[in-house]
């Protein structure tokens, strides 16, 4: 079956401008996750969604950053007010279910939005 | 803090050689691990995932996890050029139901030589 989708796979924005990034998670998958990997570095953690439910936001750099679900399938990332230091691949990623560890647990990821700030 | 480490390299291995990829991580409530492949400028492909102590093989890769001592290892036999990537160790510590996200390490980046 098809895998986790983002768009766009690049984008360019201007410093200040306001960006969205949308995901697709694999038809079914109850959760959904936002990582950022700069250059170089593993992917950080942003937020994390169960459904519609945003129950984790604690790696979010700061209130300029806003994500969304709200029918509990497509997610959107809002970046506000975009800044240099933003510049960096934007990775999501969606798992079947939660609870003990196991199979459902494991995270497939999409090809990530490539985000440059100038 | 989570912390996951692993040692950057590169490593250089031989074609055909074992190629060994180590890492560490520091909270003792992790329960799933997981090895991914990250080729340039692509994302993360899982490779493996453990969640007992001992060994799990799977082809040419075989995971290793001790919680004694808090490391899980990757094990790639038979190296091809192709596996030349980027490989990321991955923590997911399940707390009340819910599930944390995945900590990374920053990765290894391994050099199969032809």
């Known amino acids: 079956g098809a895998g986790v989708s983002q768009s766009p796979r690049y984008k360019v924005a201007k410093r200040g401008q306001d960006v969205a990034l949308r995901c697709d998670p694999i038809?079914?998958?109850?959760?959904l996750f936002w990582y950022q990997q700069a250059l170089g570095q593993g992917p950080e953690f942003l937020t994390y969604?169960?459904?519609?439910?945003?129950?984790?936001k604690s790696g979010l750099p700061s209130d300029r950053f806003f994500a969304e679900r709200p029918e509990g399938s497509v997610s959107t990332l809002k970046i506000q007010r975009t800044q240099q230091e933003d510049s960096a691949v934007y990775l999501c990623?969606?798992?079947?279910?939660?609870?003990?560890?196991?199979?459902?647990?494991?995270?497939?990821f999409g090809p990530g939005t490539r985000l440059t700030v100038l | 803090q989570k912390e996951v480490e692993q040692n950057s390299g590169p490593l250089s291995v031989p074609e055909g050689a074992i190629a060994s990829l180590n890492c560490t991580y520091s909270?003792?409530?992790?329960?799933?691990f997981f090895w991914y492949r990250q080729y340039s400028g692509k994302s993360p492909e899982l490779i493996m995932s453990?969640?007992?102590?001992g060994d799990k093989e799977d082809g040419r890769f075989t995971a290793q996890l001790n919680k004694a001592s808090q490391y899980v290892s990757l094990l790639i036999r038979d190296s091809q050029p192709s596996d030349s990537a980027t490989y990321l160790c991955?923590?997911?510590?399940?707390?009340?139901?819910?599930?944390?996200?995945?900590?990374f390490g920053k990765g290894t980046h391994l050099i199969i030589q032809p």
């Open positions: 453990i969640y007992s102590n």
């Open positions: 991955a923590v997911n510590t399940l707390t009340g139901g819910g599930a944390d996200g995945l900590t």
């Open positions: 909270d003792r409530g992790s329960q799933s």
């Open positions: 969604f169960q459904n519609e439910a945003q129950l984790d």
């Open positions: 990623a969606s798992s079947l279910s939660l609870g003990p560890a196991g199979s459902t647990d494991t995270q497939y």
């Open positions: 038809s079914g998958h109850v959760s």
